[in-house]
């Protein structure tokens, strides 16, 4: 008897807390209305914006949860398709509960600086949608994990069309030369983020984020 009471309020105190967890990840991922270009799913990435100039963002994230795959490849080109093939299992259900879980965006892909021809190790990231962000279904597939993305601060650099590793580079050569001299991000790698399906054709809209280091600067001149 009182065993059972023991459980029941056990039951009770961890369905609470779930829900607290649960509003709380609310404020990281949420409904797409939210973000003018996150259009394809039912929830996004969540961000403040800092600040803005005529070339970049500075914008604000929370840490969450992301299920991730790393690839060693030369190319963008040539990681993305098993590093989407692993996420995308993993979301229709290959993992401990068997679950479908909904697709979210923007999808990341975190790409290392490199030589043109050399390899390196790539990793992709899928969001967990707010009701996956306390209890993550494990995945099945040893090369998939999940892991949190430590709150951040990102300069931000948007462009339409399709992401390649020509249009990655430009960008990203084109938002290091946005940044003057002294302002400081992380350096060794890039994310390049992208919000759309490979069959939306329209619209689409990808950015590149460098990872602010210090106190994120916006010259309003520039
Ligand atoms: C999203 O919108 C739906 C319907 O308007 C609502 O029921 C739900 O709570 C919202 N979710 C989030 C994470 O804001
Ligand atoms: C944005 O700022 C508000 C107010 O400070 C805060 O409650 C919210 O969690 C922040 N959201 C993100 C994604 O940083
Ligand atoms: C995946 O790649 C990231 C970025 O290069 C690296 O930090 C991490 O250790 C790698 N993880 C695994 C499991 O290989």
Redesign the pocket.
Known sequence: MQRTQHCAAMIYFSGLLGFLLVVTAEAKVGNSSQGSFCTETKQCLLFNLTCQTRNYQVRRYESVKLV?T?ETARFLETAMFPTFSRLYKYITGENSDDKNIEMTAPVIM?I?EKGAFESG?F?MSFILPAEHQMNPPKPTCKEV?IEEMKEMSVYVMSYGGWMSTLTDNWYSYTLSSALKAGIKYSKG?HYSVGYNSPTTLTDRHNEVWFVVEGDPVCYSNV
């Open positions: 991730s790393n975190r290392p190790d990793k994990y790698f």
